[in-house]
């Protein structure tokens, strides 16, 4: 194996490391401080109105579980808010990196367009050889030569593939 080869491959799995990055961190989505505090007032007024059960405490309980309810609601708004402002930034963040990917596998195509990338051993590819295949076979090796474009092709899909499985190891939000 060459090492325009893994070179290709190291760039390409960084590429699907950053998305996978991005990905999990529009997931994950931390608590802000003061959501963290409307929580636990929320928390704390249910808490109140829950003790006053007997009917002489009735108003007093509705009242603190009308106060709850839009405490609730304020939440909800302030959530809603931070999910907009980080999913402008995420689709932000997902263009330029798209834009980058796109200058990157053209400069890769670009430099490595006439040379081949690889060569495999023909068995290994045998059903998919003449797809793969650049040019056919190398007559001294007897190996199947393959260009950029497929090669491009396999480790967009394998670096994928790994960094689904084996994200949660590699990237930490």
């Given at each position: 194996?060459?090492?325009?080869?893994?070179?290709?491959?190291?760039?390409?799995?960084?590429?699907?490391?950053?998305?996978?990055?991005?990905?999990?961190?529009?997931?994950?989505?931390?608590?802000?401080?003061?959501?963290?505090?409307?929580?636990?007032?929320?928390?704390?007024?249910?808490?109140?109105?829950?003790?006053?059960?007997?009917?002489?405490?009735?108003?007093?309980?509705?009242?603190?579980?009308?106060?709850?309810?839009?405490?609730?609601?304020e939440?909800?708004?302030?959530?809603?808010?931070?999910?907009?402002?980080?999913?402008?930034?995420?689709?932000k963040?997902?263009?330029?990196?798209?834009?980058?990917k796109?200058?990157?596998?053209?400069v890769?195509?670009?430099?490595?367009?006439?040379?081949?990338?690889?060569?495999?051993?023909?068995?290994?590819?045998?059903?998919?050889?003449?797809?793969?295949?650049?040019?056919?076979?190398?007559?001294?090796?007897?190996?199947?030569?393959?260009?950029?474009l497929?090669?491009?092709?396999?480790?967009?899909?394998?670096?994928?593939?790994?960094?689904?499985?084996?994200?949660?190891?590699?990237?930490?939000?």
């Open positions: 194996m060459s090492l325009a080869a893994i070179f290709v491959f190291l760039i390409v799995s960084a590429l699907q490391l950053l998305y996978r990055y991005l990905d999990l961190a529009r997931k994950s989505g931390g608590l802000s401080d003061e959501q963290i505090k409307v929580r636990l007032e929320i928390k704390q007024l249910l808490k109140e109105a829950d003790q006053l059960s007997t009917p002489s405490t009735f108003a007093q309980a509705a009242k603190l579980k009308r106060l709850a309810a839009a405490k609730e609601k939440l909800a708004k302030m959530q809603e808010h931070d999910l907009k402002g980080k999913q402008s930034l995420y689709d963040y997902t263009k330029f990196l798209l834009v980058t796109v200058i990157i596998y053209a890769l195509v670009l430099c490595l367009w006439s040379t081949p990338v690889t060569a495999v051993p023909q068995h290994l590819l045998q059903p998919f050889g003449k797809m793969f295949s650049w040019r056919g076979v190398d007559t001294a090796t007897g190996n199947v030569v393959v260009g950029i497929p090669w491009l092709f396999l480790t967009s899909r394998v670096s994928k593939m790994l960094c689904q499985k084996l994200g949660f190891v590699l990237v930490r939000p």
